[in-house]
């Protein structure tokens, strides 16, 4: 087991390019979420999916940040004209989606965004 | 909406003292209690979860208890070692252990000899 991969690790853009971050779940787990770490505002959840249906984006800021999951083995994050603001970890975690008691998201690694 | 405090930001402590890290939530909801690690560069990892009240959660020698009268979940150790040095977040979920998280502002815990 891999466990969550994300790629790439570090990515640095120019201010008013597009980033598009990848996210890899663990093979069996069926919900999918994406955070953001910044030191300021700490972990912060942006939004997520189950069996691919996007369930809660309350978290995604409303203009330049989207997020799709178009099949069961990976999920982007795509940020239009990324902006210094957006400089962060991107962190992506999957759980089993059952509901149950025990269920628990496991992180990947993260994507360090820098925008210059 | 859901709130997760923790007031220590910075904690320093010398190895084999005992460590407590608060953590208070509100929530209207039936809440999930988690504790993450994050060490240097790495992915925060579970070390705790709990939704029962009063009743003490422990792994690798960390231990806390939530306490639904008090909105509490605090973590504690009996004896830090040097390799427990890192980021510990608390974190909430509502009605059930697979939901979106709500995490406090972290917690640094650095152990020195």
């Known amino acids: 087991n891999a466990g969550v991969i994300q790629t790439p690790r570090h990515k640095v853009t120019g201010k008013g390019q597009e980033a598009t971050l990848w996210c890899e779940p663990i093979s069996g787990h069926s919900a999918v979420f994406w955070y953001r770490q910044t030191i300021v505002q700490g972990l912060e959840f942006l939004t997520y999916?189950?069996?691919?249906?996007?369930?809660?984006d309350s978290g995604m800021p409303k203009e330049r940040f989207s997020a799709q999951m178009p099949n069961q083995s990976h999920s982007t994050l795509k940020i239009q004209s990324t902006q210094p603001q957006d400089s962060a970890v991107y962190l992506c975690?999957?759980?089993?989606?059952?509901?149950?008691?025990?269920?628990?998201?496991?992180f990947g690694p993260g994507t360090r965004l820098l925008v210059l | 909406g859901d709130s997760v405090t923790q007031t220590e930001g910075l904690v320093t402590l010398t190895k084999g003292l005992p460590v407590m890290l608060n953590c208070t939530y509100q929530t209207t909801y039936s809440p999930f209690l988690f504790w993450y690690v994050q060490h240097l560069n790495e992915a925060p990892k579970l070390l705790l979860k709990s939704s029962t009240d009063n009743k003490r959660t422990e792994h690798q020698g960390f231990y806390a208890t939530l306490h639904k009268s008090s909105s509490s979940f605090h973590l504690q150790k009996s004896s830090v070692q040097l390799s427990d040095s890192a980021l510990y977040f608390c974190?909430?979920?509502?009605?059930?252990?697979?939901?979106?998280?709500?995490f406090g502002g972290g917690t640094r815990l650095t152990v020195r000899p």
């Open positions: 974190a909430l979920s509502e009605d059930n252990a697979g939901a979106k998280l709500t």
């Open positions: 999916f189950r069996n691919q249906a996007p369930i809660d």
């Open positions: 975690a999957s759980s089993l989606g059952d509901w149950g008691d025990q269920d628990t998201q496991y």
